[in-house]
């Protein structure tokens, strides 16, 4: 099995930066795929970045020049840097991982833009 655990995530101003993390472990093969999906209060889950096993990356429109996706294959963690932070930012943020040797949701962490 797989096993995700986020973290980085709090109370930033708008404007600020915040960086998620996202480790995995357990039956985890590296290279693996790496999205990040977030929820806002009353609105759908929607991906913001996500990045393949080859390093091939994707970022919805309203994150682009704003976010950046990376991962540390050595550390089976992944990143989620956030730059320019608005309030329409906040959310409760879901990393999933997806490997040949299985996948997983972690258990989401909460971002909140506010001044």
């Known amino acids: 099995q797989v096993q995700v655990v986020e973290s980085g995530g709090g109370l930033v101003q708008p404007g600020g930066s915040l960086r998620l993390s996202c480790a995995a472990s357990?039956?985890?093969?590296?290279?693996?795929?790496v999205g990040w999906v977030r929820q806002a209060p009353g609105k759908q889950r929607e991906l913001v970045a996500s990045?393949?096993?080859?390093?091939?990356?994707y970022y919805a429109d309203f994150v682009k020049g704003r976010f950046t996706i990376s991962r540390e294959n050595a550390k089976n963690t992944a990143y989620l840097q956030m730059n320019s932070l608005a309030p329409d930012d906040t959310a409760v943020y879901y990393c999933?991982?997806?490997?040949?040797?299985?996948?997983?949701w972690g258990q989401g962490i909460q971002v909140t833009v506010s001044s």
């Open positions: 999933n991982v997806q490997s040949p040797g299985g996948g997983a």
């Open positions: 357990g039956s985890i093969i590296s290279p693996y795929y």
């Open positions: 990045i393949t096993s080859a390093d091939i990356t």
